[in-house]
């Protein structure tokens, strides 16, 4: 079975500021790591491969760093890291993101199943997985809280929904996305670790991938922020005076005007 | 400070560091409550092959030394000293055969050490030989190619959890320690059992309990070394390993300092926080010189045994007696820091001062311990007149 994981390398502790003159969100972070929930992209993938043999391969679009991130893929199992890395792809929305993908998944030949995780821990869209099925004509199962079965062309799983599960089948090939709930990701071993620092990263730019310059990037992107702003804070104190019970009543109004109650 | 490790040494205390902040860290006061065996926590660590560094690679080990293991322990006791201590006293148990042990022995124990399949222990101390090793009345008689052991040993760290023990016997009690022998004993021999599993002071989640023999028939094969060789292999063992036990002691007074530090930077009394009062600072300075001062003297110790020294009981002996006798005081300035906190279960370092009182006591009491020192030191003394 092949299978393709896509990866976001995200800021491991990240304090998200707004720019007051541009209004943009400055993403700082100081480590990074493989987003979560394409953490357990990955673990599910691997326990696939162990159960039923076959190659997982890991893809990221990012600058260079988001090879580190592609490391620890290594580090943790998978068997080749893919990184889509060119300026022409900075400032993508997760459209211009999900077609890359889609070009990087071609060139790749065309996986069995693709595992996404749900969403990403700074962007938090969602939108990337179904996005990048789309573009590849596969059909898209989102949320899946366990794997039940994979068979010949098909497999069958759960995915969360609003109270309780539903289970679903899928043909294959196909794409997915996990929750957390799936599993707990593994951590690496010592000799993944070892290995995967001298592991070689393929890296394919846009015009490897035979990227139109129009679809990539911001050039590429319909999503314009048009603005963000931060929500004004405010505190206020009153302090009230009379009986106990008129207090009461008058808080109860209050909460009432103010709709909370 | 600079220690200087190589990549793959930088790379295994990271990942022992990540495997007890992620792993350890959300179970240690349910484990430390519970006086549960951190089962899966020692299949993850194996996983992650930290139950291989200790190996040799001609046995599926990563043929690490001293201070790999050191360093793994030391940031596993960061987080639990009690966690640490289980796979510790796995390493322990494995030692005997690895300096010891046949070709044969290696290859049938040691892959099965190396990938967690297997735990092992280590056994001398019986209710009436503890540092009076001589005195062992666990007797082994050689007989139809079997040795039949009887005795019980006490105390004995991963009893009950581990598959295979390292035990010190008697094979010829009238030699006294020269008639001690160290045998290999399977969990499963008929004729061996488990006493009760102590309830501890701290290091709650490691397994102590008693081994039973009782008409123990044991194959001659699992012989480590010769007969008469159980002395000498036991005093080895244990100056293989006190470093370990002083990285342990450094691991939970690293953890112990930390935690002060951060409480002494929230607690505001007097209107800003007791980092600022002189005698807090003075403590914790006093603190973080003696946890350096350990880290130092402990690297120093296991790179002189990585260097192949032949002798290095006088050096791991002082790594032991200082850095639990550092550890005790860290700990215990510790729980005075955090003040009435530092003595509640909620917070961490009340355990890890309980944790840090066996540090002075196993392994040799850090009195027993000091007659080494004292041995070694007034010997060269003598052979210089």
Known sequence: ?261 | MEYFLSEQQQTLKGLARKIAEQRILPVRAELDEKEEFPGDLIREMAASDLLRIFIPEEYEGLGGGSLDLCLVIEELSRVCGGVAICYGANALGALPVIGYGSDEQKKKYLPDVASGKRLTAFAVTEATAGSDAANIRTTAVRSDGYYVLNGTKQFITNAGEAEIYSVVVMTDPAKGSRGASALIVEKGTPGFSFGKKEKKMGIRTSSTRELVFRDCRVPEGNLIGREGQGFIIAIRTLDRSRPGVAAQALGIAQGALEAAVEYARQRVQFGHPISAIQAVQHLLADMATEVEAARALIYATARTIDAGAKGFAEEAAMAKVFASDMAMRVTTNAVQILGGAGYMRDYPVEKMMRDAKITQIYEGTNQVVRNTIALEVLKRKALRE
């Not at chain 1, 491991?12 to 990074?32: M, W």
């Not at chain 1, 071609?106 to 939108?127: F, N, V």
């Not at chain 1, 995915?159 to 996305?177: K, N, T, W």
């Not at chain 1, 290995?195 to 679809?215: C, F, M, Y």
């Open chain 1, 1 to 261: 079975m092949k299978i393709a994981v896509c990866i976001k390398q995200v800021p491991g502790k990240f304090k998200i500021e707004i720019d007051p003159q541009s209004g943009a969100l400055t993403k700082s972070g100081t480590d990074s790591m493989i987003n979560p929930f394409d953490q357990n992209a990955l673990e599910e993938a691997l326990r696939l491969k162990e159960k039923h043999g076959g190659k997982v391969s890991a893809v990221s679009m990012g600058p260079a760093q988001a090879a580190e991130s592609l490391r620890e893929a290594i580090a943790l199992g998978a068997d080749e890291a893919i990184l889509l890395s060119d300026p022409a792809f900075e400032g993508s929305d997760t459209w211009a993101t999900a077609h890359v993908l889609s070009l990087g998944m071609k060139k790749l030949g065309p996986p069995d199943l693709i595992i996404c995780g749900r969403q990403s821990l700074d962007g938090e869209t969602g939108q990337v997985g179904p996005e990048l099925a789309e573009m590849l004509g596969l059909p898209f199962v989102s949320s899946v809280s366990r794997i039940e079965e994979v068979g010949e062309g098909s497999m069958r799983m759960q995915r969360m929904a609003e109270e309780g599960h539903h289970v679903v089948e899928m043909q294959l090939p196909g794409a997915i996305s996990v929750v957390k709930e799936i599993n707990v990701p593994r951590l690496p071993s010592l000799r993944g670790l070892m290995q995967a620092k001298k592991a070689a990263i393929t890296v394919w730019n846009g015009q490897e991938l035979g990227a139109d310059p129009a679809r990539v990037g911001s050039q590429g992107s319909p999503l314009r922020t048009v603005r963000v702003t931060q929500p004004q804070r405010s505190a206020q104190r009153e302090m009230l005076q009379g009986s106990p019970e008129s207090q009461v009543d008058e808080v109860v109004e209050k909460l009432r005007q103010s709709r909370i109650l």
